[in-house]
């Protein structure tokens, strides 16, 4: 896999886990306003999202088990980052939005 190819990959996870992050942060702002429906939606909407940026990243990983050997690019990292932060947004979003319907029901 030469630089461009890494370089798109890299690009693809930020797409992914941007939209993911994005997602999560609205399904917390939908349960603020009580919207429970809408936030279980978006969480679901940032789950895809993740799924995708994972596909991206499972395919490096393979390739690398494969033999493949990388100059990884800043870039990559960057990317890497993104997408275990939002990951981490995600489930925190999701335990927030289960303790708002908590609360609403008590």
Do not use: C, W
């Not at 190819?5 to 917390?28: D, K, P, V």
């Amino acid at each position: 896999m030469n630089k461009e190819e890494l370089y798109s990959i890299s690009f693809q996870l930020i797409l992914h886990s941007g939209n993911a992050r994005s997602l999560a942060m609205e399904a917390l702002q939908d349960a603020r306003n009580k919207d429970y429906e809408q936030a279980d939606q978006k969480i679901k909407e940032s789950e895809n999202e993740l799924l995708q940026a994972h596909k991206f990243q499972t395919q490096l990983i393979q390739r690398e088990a494969g033999g493949d050997k990388y100059d990884i690019p800043i870039l990559l990292v960057h990317a890497q980052d993104h997408l275990m932060t939002a990951m981490t947004v995600k489930d925190m979003a999701i335990e927030i939005i289960e303790l708002r319907k908590e609360k609403s029901i008590n």
